[in-house]
Nanobody
Framework: QMHLVESGGGVVHTGGSLKLSCEASGRSFSTYTLGWFRQTLGKERELVATSSWSGGFIYYADSVKGRLTMSRYNSEGMIDLEMTNLKPEDTAMYYC????????????????WGQGTQVTVST
């Protein structure tokens, strides 16, 4: 079992920066694949970034490459998402999620979810 809590969302202007954090409580954090997803009203949840258990493999969606950086801190049970050069299309509810299996590229593989944190990028 794992409990995830996101923080750090807010409102920024285009080109601004935000840092999201996700704290996890539960055993065996270091064995889970951890991911960041986002969702806007009426759209499917989109995978933004995901990290293997060791942090040795990190995937980024094409839409965020070069602007978002995911970090993982197994000893602290946390992941971060550093967001720079934000665009209005980055506006969404951002969720962290954990996968206990080998799948990572779709929300169906993630069995544990946080409550989400809202990011709004204004023009």
């Amino acid at each position: 079992q794992m409990h995830l809590v996101e923080s750090g969302g807010g409102v920024v202007h285009t080109g601004g920066s935000l840092k999201l954090s996700c704290e996890a409580s539960g055993r065996s954090f270091s064995t889970y694949t951890l991911g960041w997803f986002r969702q806007t009203l009426g759209k499917e949840r989109e995978l933004v970034a995901t990290s293997s258990w060791s942090g040795g493999f990190i995937y980024y969606a094409d839409s965020v490459k070069g602007r978002l950086t995911m970090s993982r801190y197994n000893s602290e049970g946390m992941i971060d998402l550093e967001m720079t050069n934000l665009k209005p299309e980055d506006t969404a509810m951002y969720y962290c999620a954990a996968s206990a299996g080998s799948g990572w590229d779709h929300e169906r593989y993630y069995g544990f979810w946080g409550q989400g944190t809202q990011v709004t990028v204004s023009t």
